[in-house]
């Protein structure tokens, strides 16, 4: 059984067993612009739910980006690193990196419940 | 444009030298290189290859430089003209100190004059810019803790309306940076302030006036409030040209300062440099200078001196001489009365424009120094026109466009821009700018896909930075 | 008396009435009068006139030897006219930094073309519009390569000593620690690094190797060998380099450098009492190192109508928009002592520059020669390999051999020890000027 939730930083997470795939939200990738760069995590890195874990950059700024969740990084998409652009085109498909999940707030919000937030 | 390298042909020659007049010495093959690529072009090539250049690019000369933060006034000439002298010019860094004494004595009386007009006790020359500055300020805090034995502040304190050096060099210095937010007023906020400073603070960075060209009021307050708690107050000197002769960063409590030749002291920036960034600081820190210092004997020789628990060097030699040289004859010229002139008619330009703006334009409802941040996100709702399009429109018009989105408070102040017109303008080119102002705010509304799209006369419309960012190309990669 | 404003009194009552004050001095009613100043004690000003004179006085006492044999960081090198004359129109000079593109392209093309030219003679693939001076270069670069668990610098006691000065006070408070390889341990023989020993002194803490080509002695250093042993150690290699002499010698890259820097004052800066110089960087491009390179880059992109055109790049690196983040602080730059080197390297071209740099080492060679006739000898006998600077050893002091050498209107090079001298030699020295000192080393 996969869970996709969603934090107030605007990352979401899909969650299957005890692995979590995270990645920014399009409305994030939106408000963000076209995106230039980003600092991707390395395998083994902790994430701590709440801080930043890595950031990304469009032309003009930088912006962390909040891990929606706890863990330990598995995988990272080093896909990325050459094609940043790749969020703002599918932000729900490009994925940043898998995490062996150690623990999840519970004030993450479902899909309808983060739409009804941006709005 | 072409790029100098496709004006190549093989063979051609431009400079030359005298023959060799010995024999030629051959470097063993092994340490030599195979090919060496750069342009060949005749001087007649060269002259208007970068004439065009010149052509697409735009100074002071040129036409009104409105920059906030960055002070573009006029570069006298005479400046130029004094530090290509051979007396400083050919004068090579390692002489022997006895035939180096006028560059070691205008160096001294640059210093007094900049000590006295900051209220200083000590500064060196050697920093090359501002935030090189900001970096051997921080460093004789640090020295100055460290030799108090008070090792636990670890931390500086930056408004959030700093400049971006601010925070970078704090790190770089070794320290962690606390963020103060502003408060209404878009000073620093006092109780923010008064529960972020405790036993782990190393010093408070500040520029005043703010960066949003107002005088910090609580200027007194601030000062007592971080040295009850032991730390000191930094001086960013960015903006010092609104009130120098009128007030001195000494005097309001501040014990190191660094300030920009390039900017407050007319010399002129290069392109983006070079710059220069004396530090200043009170007696307590000066046993940290960087060395060498400059020091008189007895008999009144100038000679180079380390001071006692110096921080070591941060630049090779003594830093951007020639820069100095301009400033201190821009200091001697102006003087005394006049650096404070210079001060009064920077800020009267200001509010002057300021007054004539501001009722479509909003800015802050009080006088402003040398400088003024206008708010343009009303008429961007309204038009969808943002500060960068205004700005845009203004290269247009002949007028290089003021600073863009800084300062940068995330949901106070977004779309921005700031003016700073600086003394050296007449009000004849003011009025003009703030009549191209009204005119562009009226297009605005009247059509704003023509300002979107601004500029429409120069050499090349916006360029894509999307593009240049995600797969830079930073280099020719032809043939030539 | 001279103040550059150009307001008439009529105007300034003007626009006093436009603000609604009466004089200008009440526009700083927010500056606590407790706090304004009495009178400054600075001279009160002066006419241009004035200023002309009492600076030219400034500039009188300072000696200006016909020719310079010093070089120990700066280069004194004959600098074409059409360079100054060029160089010094005013919009370059009376420029800002090129943030405003469409309005820039002048600028933003000179920087590109410095940086091409720059990444030609190191062979890198990125270089940056400049930073402060060779020092400072070197000590951004040496940050570069520091990693979580890797933060000691090694650097070899046979690079300018203004250097490790400046890394030690850049980064001795960020927990990295400067290592000097000294001499007298053996890590140098002959004037140059010995690589065996280099190896041994290679730990997993090592981020990075520093040395310089040609080294603080002149020598052409093994910069292969001890690149070769570097990575195989698993640390990187900054080669601090007098671009002058990458006319001539293999290109950091070729010898297999991680990161290339120096100072490139002498393309057509004086040598101006020390400044300004011109810092360059450049490094190759794989994984991250573009975006650890400090300071401003130059891109070429394309606007609209898909001209082409430049801009200011990977901006997001910077302190502008990374803040405490940033990789480096640096703001300003060298910008207009860029322009000045690629209008040089322009001007003197491919085959020029291999002239001059042909020349300072002719000379140089010829000059070591005729200054050991007599009891002088170099200080390294067994190393020919030198570039354009050279030790001697002379039973005299070093100090006596300067004065006699500044009565002939010529500046030795720099005394380094009691009785040793570090020569250079330029192509604005002359064999006559040469054989002048030659006499007054054979008697020393």
Redesign the interface.
């Known amino acids: 059984m996969s869970k996709l939730v969603f934090a107030n930083t605007h990352e979401w997470a899909k969650i299957e067993d005890n692995v979590a795939t995270i990645g920014i939200s399009d409305h994030a990738q939106h408000e963000l612009g076209?995106l230039?760069?980003i600092n991707l995590p390395a395998v083994g890195d902790t994430l701590t739910a709440g801080e930043a874990f890595c950031d990304v950059?469009?032309?003009?700024a930088v912006s962390d980006v909040m891990a929606p969740i706890s863990g330990k990084v598995i995988e990272v998409n080093e896909e990325l690193e050459s094609a940043?652009?790749a969020i703002n085109e599918d932000a729900m498909g490009a994925w940043i990196c898998k995490v062996e999940v150690t623990a999840v707030p519970d004030d993450l919000m479902d899909e309808a419940a983060y739409a009804e937030f941006i709005k | 444009?072409k790029?100098?390298?496709e004006r190549s042909r093989k063979g051609?020659?431009?400079?030359?030298?005298?023959p060799?007049?010995?024999?030629?010495?051959s470097?063993?093959k092994k340490?030599?290189?195979k090919e060496?690529?750069?342009?060949?072009?005749a001087?007649v090539d060269?002259?208007r290859?970068?004439?065009?250049?010149?052509?697409?690019?735009?100074?002071?000369?040129?036409g009104f430089?409105p920059?906030g933060s960055?002070t573009?006034?006029?570069?006298?000439k005479?400046n130029?003209?004094?530090a290509?002298?051979?007396?400083?010019?050919?004068?090579?860094?390692?002489?022997?100190v006895d035939?180096?004494?006028?560059?070691l004595?205008?160096m001294a009386d640059l210093s007094a004059?900049l000590m006295?007009?900051t209220g200083m006790d000590g500064m060196t020359l050697q920093p090359?810019?501002?935030?090189?500055g900001?970096?051997t300020g921080l460093?004789l805090i640090?020295a100055y803790h460290e030799s108090r034995k008070d090792t636990k502040r670890t931390k500086i304190l930056v408004p959030d309306t700093a400049?971006?050096?601010n925070?970078?060099?704090?790190?770089?210095?070794?320290f962690e940076?606390v963020n103060i937010p502003s408060n209404a007023e878009k000073g620093v906020d006092l109780d923010a302030l008064r529960a972020a400073v405790g036993p782990d603070t190393a010093a408070l960075m500040l520029t005043n006036p703010t960066t949003l060209g107002?005088?910090e009021?609580n200027?007194?307050e601030i000062s007592k409030i971080v040295h009850d708690a032991g730390g000191l107050l930094y001086y960013d000197g960015a903006n010092l040209n609104a009130?120098m002769?009128?007030?001195?960063p000494g005097?309001?409590g501040f014990d190191v300062i660094h300030l920009?030749l390039?900017k407050t002291f007319?010399t002129?920036?290069?392109?983006?440099?070079?710059?220069s960034?004396p530090v200043g600081c009170k007696a307590m820190l000066a046993e940290f200078l960087?060395k060498p210092s400059i020091v008189k004997d007895k008999k009144g020789n100038y000679e180079f001196s380390c001071p006692k628990n110096s921080?070591?060097?941060?630049?090779?030699?003594?830093?951007?001489?020639?820069?100095m040289?301009k400033a201190?004859?821009y200091?001697?010229?102006?003087?005394?009365?006049?650096?404070?002139?210079?001060a009064?008619?920077a800020?009267?330009?200001a509010?002057?424009m300021k007054?004539?703006l501001e009722d479509i334009y909003p800015t802050e409802n009080?006088?402003c120094?040398h400088e003024f941040v206008v708010d343009i996100q009303k008429l961007k709702d309204q038009t969808g026109v943002s500060a960068k399009d205004i700005?845009?429109a203004m290269?247009d018009k002949g007028i290089?466009?003021p600073t863009m989105?800084?300062p940068h408070i995330p949901g106070v102040i977004d779309e921005s821009l700031m003016i700073e017109p600086t003394?050296?303008?007449?009000?004849e080119t003011l009025d003009e700018a703030i009549a191209v102002l009204r005119e562009l705010y009226d297009l605005a509304f009247k059509d704003a896909k023509y300002l979107q799209?601004a500029?429409h006369n120069?050499?090349?419309?916006?360029?894509?930075?999307?593009?240049?960012?995600?797969k830079?190309?930073?280099?020719?990669e032809g043939e030539y | 008396?001279?103040?550059?404003?150009?307001?008439?009194e009529q105007?300034?009552k003007?626009?006093?009435e436009?603000?609604?004050?009466s004089k200008?001095?009440d526009?700083?009613?927010?500056?606590?009068i407790s706090?304004?100043?009495k009178?400054?004690?600075?001279?009160?000003?002066?006419s241009?006139q004035q200023?002309?004179e009492?600076?030219?006085a400034?500039?009188?006492?300072?000696?200006?030897?016909d020719s310079?044999m010093?070089g120990?960081?700066?280069y004194?090198h004959?600098v074409?006219s059409?360079?100054r004359?060029?160089?010094?129109?005013?919009?370059?000079?009376?420029?800002?930094?090129?943030y405003?593109?469409?309005?820039?392209?002048?600028?933003l093309?000179?920087?590109?073309?410095f940086?091409?030219?720059i990444?030609?003679?190191t062979g890198m693939?990125?270089?940056n519009?400049?930073v402060?001076?060779?020092?400072?270069a070197a000590a951004e670069a040496a940050f570069m390569c520091v990693e979580k668990n890797k933060k000691v610098i090694l650097v070899p006691e046979n690079v300018?000593p203004?250097?490790i000065?400046?890394m030690?006070?850049?980064l001795s408070?960020?927990?990295i620690e400067i290592k000097v390889l000294k001499e007298s341990e053996g890590y140098i023989k002959d004037g140059k690094v010995d690589t065996q020993m280099l190896e041994k002194a290679i730990n997993e803490n090592t981020a990075c190797v520093y040395i310089e080509q040609p080294n603080y002695y002149g020598i052409?250093e093994d910069a292969e060998f001890v690149c070769d042993m570097a990575h195989h150690k698993g640390t990187k290699v900054i080669m601090g380099c007098n671009p002058m002499t990458?006319?001539?010698?293999?290109?950091p890259a070729?010898c297999g450098a991680d990161i290339a820097v120096g100072?490139a004052q002498p393309f057509g800066l004086?040598?101006?009492?020390?400044?300004?110089?011109l810092g360059f960087m450049a490094t190759r491009v794989n994984k991250d190192t573009?975006r650890r390179m400090p300071g401003?880059?130059?891109?070429?992109?394309?606007?609209?109508?898909g001209?082409r055109?430049?801009?200011l790049?990977?901006?997001?690196r910077?302190?502008?928009?990374?803040?405490?983040?940033?990789m480096?602080?640096?703001?300003?730059?060298?910008?207009?002592?860029a322009?000045v080197a690629?209008?040089y390297?322009?001007?003197?071209?491919?085959?020029?520059?291999?002239?001059?740099a042909?020349?300072c080492?002719?000379?140089?060679?010829?000059a070591a020669q005729q200054f050991t006739q007599g009891k002088a000898t170099l200080k390294y006998p067994n190393n020919n390999?030198f570039?354009h600077e050279f030790i001697t050893v002379t039973p005299t002091k070093a100090e006596k051999i300067?004065e006699k050498c500044?009565k002939e209107g010529v500046?030795a090079g720099?005394p380094i020890g009691p009785n040793e001298i570090l020569w250079c030699m330029t192509?604005k020295v002359?064999?006559s000027d040469i054989d002048k000192v030659a006499e007054i080393m054979r008697r020393a």
């Open positions: 076209d230039v760069f950059e469009s032309v003009k940043p652009e | 444009m790029l100098i390298f051609v020659r431009c400079a030359t030298i005298r060799l007049e010995v024999s030629t010495y470097v063993e340490y030599l290189r060496l690529a750069l342009p060949e072009v001087e060269l002259a290859h970068y004439t065009e250049l010149s052509r697409n690019a735009f100074g002071v000369d040129s430089y920059l960055c573009m006034k006029y570069n006298p005479i130029e003209e004094l290509s002298l051979p007396g400083f010019s050919r004068v090579h860094p390692r002489q022997e035939t180096v004494q006028d560059s004595h205008l004059d006295e007009l090359c810019a501002g935030a090189h900001e970096f460093l640090a400049h971006g050096t925070p970078a060099s704090a790190v770089m210095a070794g940076v107002l005088f009021k200027i007194e009130i002769g009128v007030v001195r005097d309001m920009n390039h007319s002129p920036h290069g392109g983006g440099g070079p710059g960034g960087p921080i070591g060097k941060v630049s090779t030699f003594y830093g951007n001489f020639a820069v040289v201190f004859a200091v001697r010229t102006l003087g005394s009365d006049g650096i404070k002139e210079a009064e008619h800020v009267l330009n509010n002057y007054a004539k009080r006088y120094m700005a845009k290269i290089h466009p989105y800084f003394e050296t303008e007449n009000k799209e500029p120069m050499a090349i419309s916006r360029p894509d930075e999307v593009a240049a960012a995600r830079p190309i930073v280099r020719f | 008396m001279s103040n550059y404003l150009s307001i008439t105007e300034e003007e626009m006093l436009a603000i609604g004050v200008p001095s526009l700083y009613a927010d500056i606590p706090l304004k100043n009178a400054l004690k600075i001279a009160p000003g002066k241009q200023v002309m009492e600076i030219e400034y500039a009188k006492e300072n000696v200006v030897f310079i010093r120990a960081g700066a004194d004959y074409p059409v360079v004359y060029l160089s010094s129109r005013s919009e370059f000079l009376t420029a800002y930094t090129p405003q593109a469409e309005m820039s392209q002048g600028i093309q000179s920087i590109f073309e940086q091409t030219m990444c030609s003679l693939e990125v270089a519009a400049s402060y001076d060779g020092s400072s300018k203004e250097v000065e400046t030690r006070t850049y408070r960020r927990g052409i990458l006319a001539l010698l293999r290109s070729d100072d004086s040598v101006s009492f020390g400044g300004p110089y573009m401003r880059i130059v891109g070429q992109t394309t606007d609209g109508q001209n055109c430049f801009v790049t990977l901006q997001g910077e302190q502008h928009i990374r803040r405490e983040k940033a480096s602080n640096i703001c300003s730059n060298q910008a207009h002592c322009l690629s209008m390297l322009s001007a003197m071209g491919k085959e020029g520059l291999k002239e001059v042909t020349t080492t002719s000379l140089a060679h010829y390999d570039f300067v500044a500046l720099l192509e002359r064999k």
